[in-house]
């Protein structure tokens, strides 16, 4: 890593990259939108990016009390203390960040169809499912509940591979840009998709995922590399609908989707 990064404080690097990446998708959905709806423009567009980013500063703020080290802060302990595989092995530190990565990626992959197959972790990620609208705010959008759950299996998973810091960082950055990227109302060229998609999860890709028909919500689970949907035959090239006619949230909320920071929170909660 860049000297003129491991110089900057852990926190500030990842707001100064979450600014940045949430930035130019946001004017990237200006310039390019794919899909024009009511829930993605004008008033109703202006409140779900109020409560979206609102329940994402909570849920950061609740992480750093709850787990003020996060997986950063694992690798680290790891390291010094000489637990997880690479830790106690001679490799090339290339090597250890790579498999590192590939092995916090599929991680999260396997943790998110978790969330969808067992019952109290779906009754969480509903809050995520429960967007009417889908667009970079999307990918803020998350209970947390959920948002803690996930940092402990992520520390868990770092501390077993003994990955790098630096490898922690990285794929940090890189798995929060990447949802902000696929979450994106930005419409891509048909080729460059078709292109991306084969290494990455594209936003046509995810959007699949946000449909309200089951089979189309239990498809597609990656936030980053596109290969384990393909690999666990979990993957689907598009809605049967087609763009113009994919529903996006669930259907137990089509009525009157949650659209408060408060019933948000209580989502969890509530029975169906």
Do not use: Q
Not at 146 to 160: D, F, H, T
Not at 239 to 246: C, K, Q, V
């Amino acid at each position: 890593m860049p000297d003129f990064l491991t110089s900057i404080p852990e926190p500030v690097l990842r707001v100064l990259m979450f600014l940045a990446i949430f930035g130019t998708m946001a004017v990237f959905e200006l310039v390019a939108p794919r899909l024009a709806r009511p829930e993605m423009s004008g008033a109703l567009r202006s409140r779900r990016w109020l409560t979206n980013i609102t329940l994402v500063v909570l849920s950061t703020v609740i992480l750093r009390v709850v787990f003020p080290a996060a997986a950063v802060g694992a690798a680290a302990w790891a390291a010094a203390s000489g637990v997880g595989v690479f830790n106690t092995l001679v490799v090339p530190a290339w090597i250890a960040g790579t498999v590192a990565f590939l092995v916090l990626d599929f991680a999260v992959w396997l943790e998110h169809v978790a969330s969808h197959k067992i019952p109290i972790l779906w009754a969480i990620h509903r809050v995520h499912h429960s967007d009417s609208g889908f667009d970079v705010s999307t990918a803020l959008r998350f209970h947390p509940l959920e948002i803690v759950l996930s940092m402990i299996w992520k520390a868990g998973v770092v501390v077993a591979v003994g990955a790098p810091v630096w490898a922690v960082l990285v794929f940090e950055i890189v798995l929060n840009g990447a949802a902000m990227f696929n979450h994106a109302n930005a419409k891509l060229p048909r080729s460059l998709d078709r292109a991306l998609r084969l290494l990455v999860v594209t936003p046509d890709m995810h959007r699949t995922h946000h449909s309200v028909v089951r089979a189309e919500t239990d498809s597609n689970y990656g936030f980053n590399l596109s290969c384990w949907d393909r690999i666990f035959s979990t993957y689907r090239h598009g809605p049967a609908a087609g763009e113009s006619g994919l529903v996006i949230g669930l259907e137990e909320f089509r009525a009157k989707p949650p659209r408060s920071l408060l019933a948000l929170l209580a989502l969890p909660f509530r029975r169906k």
